[in-house]
């Protein structure tokens, strides 16, 4: 199947070299003020890599006291960190859109017509943002799932009965249980920020469902705290307002000096042209990282960037996103508009994240 020249060749020679400033401006003004926190360097930091492969490195340092000693006597050796790594081939994705022979004949016919430009335009200017847009969804969801879960399952294109997983190997000695299963307190929160400071890390960030927040502030914890940052009077007998979420993440950052993110993310996927809604992080865990950045977005070189077929229009967004607009005339006549990238975001200093998972029970 042969890459031609698109048929509205005049159109795409003039949308490809203005489609960066085309999609940032789709990204940050689109109805539904789509965000992307993998798209944010400070939270992931931008990295190529021109062997199209990731690897995350996590070491676990704990700093220990010097010790006093006599003159002249000998230095104690104290042990040196352990070091983990995880690395992989970045995997391939992509996107399409197609123009059928029915839908072509409709554009060109509006074409012969005159008067239509900006319509066509408009038309041929959707496909390509689609596509763009794609790729960041799916990278939203790679990363939101990634950090949630410690592991995320990626596509690869080349081979497409395969799944290639993404595993940061978050270390079982972070995670900790819940007093109550299935049910997450201030306690709970309270027990892992000390650990966090016993292991002599300093909390940054810690990353909440909207929907469990919205049961944590149900609870007298929340409650309590709320009222004593606003100098209530009150004993156990007092029924107190449960807080509204902006008051709470507030009142939170401010008792324990950290951020609080609340992630309410839905993405769209459509497998044989069914539409499936995900959401990429769960109700049963909360995340606290220590840095701010919590890793890389990692992405590599298509072949096709470094090879780019005569007659087809290319956009390159965001370094990574290559996409073409081309058409084809086998089996039957269309119009293809394409997105590709070899990228994922990757978690790192594993070590330094902790997990509060309620389904499982904490040992008292």
């Given at each position: ?164 997983v993404l595993d ?45 927040l919205k049961l ?76 701010p950045t919590v ?70």
């Open positions: 199947m042969a890459k031609e020249k698109s048929l509205f060749k005049k159109y795409v020679d003039s949308l490809m070299p203005k489609l960066q400033k085309l999609v940032e401006k789709v990204n940050g003004k689109h109805k539904d003020e789509r965000t992307y926190l993998h798209k944010d360097t400070t939270i992931l930091k931008k990295e190529y890599k021109s062997d199209n492969k990731w690897e995350a490195a996590g070491v676990n340092t704990t700093y220990i006291a010097a010790d006093f000693m006599a003159f002249d006597s000998p230095v104690d050796i104290k042990t040196r960190p352990t070091v983990s790594k995880a690395n992989g081939k970045l995997p391939k994705a992509g996107i399409g859109r197609n123009l059928t022979e029915s839908e072509l004949t409709d554009l060109q016919t509006m074409e012969t017509q005159g008067g239509n430009d900006a319509r066509i335009a408009k038309k041929i200017a959707d496909d390509l943002t689609f596509c763009d847009i794609g790729l960041d969804e799916l990278y939203e969801w790679a990363f939101l799932y990634g950090l949630y879960y410690g592991f995320v399952g990626m596509p690869d294109i080349d081979n497409p009965e395969n799944m290639m940061f190997r978050y270390p079982a000695r972070n995670t900790y249980g819940t007093l109550v299963k299935g049910v997450i307190d201030g306690e709970d929160i309270e027990r892992v920020i000390e650990a966090i400071n016993d292991n002599q890390d300093s909390l940054d960030t810690v990353w909440i469902s909207k929907a469990r944590l502030r149900q609870t007298r914890w929340a409650q309590e705290l709320v009222a004593d940052y606003d100098d209530k009077v009150y004993d156990d007998g007092t029924t107190l307002k449960s807080p509204s979420e902006k008051k709470f993440v507030q009142v939170f950052q401010d008792e324990y000096e950290c951020k609080l993110r609340v992630i309410n993310r839905t993405i769209i996927f459509e497998k044989n042209g069914k539409k499936l809604k995900k959401k990429p992080w769960g109700n049963d865990r909360v995340i606290f990282t220590c840095n890793g890389t977005f990692a992405y590599g070189q298509l072949a096709e960037n470094r090879n780019r077929v005569a007659g087809v229009n290319y956009s390159l967004i965001d370094d990574y996103k290559l996409v073409s607009r081309y058409s084809v005339n086998e089996p039957s006549l269309a119009e293809k508009t394409k997105g590709e990238a070899i990228a994922a975001p990757v978690i790192e200093d594993v070590d330094q994240i902790y997990v509060l998972d309620c389904t499982v029970s904490a040992e008292v």
